[in-house]
């Protein structure tokens, strides 16, 4: 049975990833949104795909998977992203991103430390250096609301509003753990900052009076966004059934956290520590699905939670897995038509759409750079050379015949740095240094 599940995860998540319905990283998530707004190219979202998620999947989600012996979700759902993204967003990209997300499901259950061991071969491995290019998407999106507000109503605004988002930011690092029982739960102050910043643009865009638009793009409004998460409903109810299924036959685990107790029989606990891991990351699912139209393959992630309370019952939780996800789009569509009936918030569609690229924008470049002078630092002991690498590859695009689009310059300059240091080390122009 273990085996059918891993298949089935792996296909139906390469799946939803191709199609643009759901992904796993959250920092991909309002990537793929551009991408079905016509702001990037296919090409373009599958290099971005591969920069922000294969270093996570080589240096996180394999190794400690291996290491217990139980799969980190990571290591599976991130290279799903991947696969989906790879694969042409047509019926036969879809059947063959299907086919290779079962097969590479089947080989992480059968084991994979061999490509660990195939990229520890290189002269440099740099893609653990490559999840640093996402290192600030997460964050840094929590801030687009006021930089719409700014767009939209003014500086004054804007202003106030990311004032209002860097604290709550702020308090909720600070205070956002509670104590519940014997456990904790821990609010995510990247979402709950975002959330700040959306209501406060609810807030003004209702003191409009909203203006007619004939444009039906997904960025008109927070209903049309969330319309293509609905009409899916199926498939992701299916999607966290699998997920219920596979957590509840201690195969997969949401978090390292839970996979350590999960690896410990302590199922209980695990459960818990699961739970307040979701309830802190409602905030971030929701918001970013609203504002997307993409949602979470593993939703709010409430699903690992019913695989842990239901071990060893995979049919049942299969069962409660589905319906929890169904309630989770349930409750977001509820929450996304509210959102829609304020007077002025269709009007903010372009506004929303221009933010979030520009934001999107700048901390891809600006994790680009860091992770280019990571690789650069550890590769040869030189600084500077990746920053310098980055932004004039950023500059000296724009005047290209064909540039990509300035969302893609940071993680593609990186891949090709990677490359470039790693021929650099062959042919003996550079050397990795010597710890002292």
């Avoid at 793929?32 to 971005?48: C, D, H, P, T, W």
């Avoid at 499901?105 to 430390?113: D, R, T, V």
């Avoid at 709550?168 to 029982?181: N, P, Q, R, S």
């Avoid at 520009?358 to 550890?378: D, N, P, S, Y």
């Amino acid at each position: 049975m273990k085996y059918i599940v891993i298949a089935l995860i792996g296909a139906l998540a390469s799946v939803l990833s191709n199609q643009g319905i759901a992904v796993f990283n959250d920092g991909f998530r309002p990537i793929v949104g551009q991408y079905f707004n016509g702001e990037i190219s296919r090409k373009e979202l599958a290099a971005m795909s591969f920069a922000i998620s294969f270093g996570l999947v080589i240096g996180f989600g394999i190794p400690t998977s291996i290491a217990a012996s139980i799969i980190l979700i990571h290591c599976l759902l991130l290279t799903t992203d991947i696969i989906g993204s790879f694969c042409n967003n047509s019926r036969n990209g879809m059947i063959l991103s299907a086919a290779i997300g079962a097969a590479y499901g089947l080989a992480i259950l059968a084991g994979l430390e061999f490509v660990v061991k195939l990229f520890s071969y290189m002269p440099y491995n740099f893609t653990s250096d490559l999840g640093s290019v996402s290192g600030y998407v997460t964050v840094a999106f929590a801030v687009f609301p006021a930089v719409g507000i700014a767009y939209q109503h003014g500086f004054k605004k804007g202003m106030t509003t990311g004032i209002v988002t860097l604290l709550v930011y702020f308090l909720v690092k600070k205070f956002g753990t509670f104590a519940i029982g014997a456990g904790k739960v821990s609010l995510n102050a990247e979402g709950m900052a975002m959330l700040a910043g959306m209501i406060m643009m609810i807030l003004y865009a209702a003191q409009q009076k909203g203006t007619e638009h004939t444009n039906e793009g997904l960025t008109q409004g927070f209903e049309g966004n969330i319309l293509r998460i609905r009409k899916n409903w199926l498939l992701l109810a299916i999607m966290g059934g699998l997920i219920a299924a596979g957590t509840s036959l201690s195969m997969i685990a949401g978090d390292p956290a839970s996979l350590a107790l999960l690896a410990s029989r302590e199922y209980s606990n695990a459960g818990l520590t699961a739970l307040a891991r979701a309830i802190g990351f409602i905030p971030l699912v929701f918001t970013t699905a609203i504002v997307t139209g993409v949602y979470g393959v593993a939703g709010c992630t409430f699903v690992f939670v019913v695989g842990l309370f239901l071990h060893g019952n995979p049919i049942i939780a299969f069962a409660l897995g589905f319906a929890v996800m169904i309630a989770e789009i349930f409750l977001i569509n509820i929450f996304a038509k509210y959102m829609d009936k304020f007077p002025g918030v269709k009007d903010m569609g372009e506004y929303v759409r221009t933010s979030m690229n520009k934001v999107l924008e700048i901390c891809l470049l600006a994790g680009g750079i860091v992770a280019a002078e990571k690789m650069a630092a550890a590769s040869s002991g030189y600084t500077g050379i990746g920053a310098l690498f980055v932004i004039g590859a950023f500059l000296l695009n724009k005047k290209a015949k064909k540039p990509i689009v300035d969302l893609a310059v940071g993680p593609v300059a990186c891949i090709i740095f990677g490359v470039l240091l790693n021929l650099l080390l062959i042919i003996g122009l550079i050397a990795v240094p010597v710890p002292k």
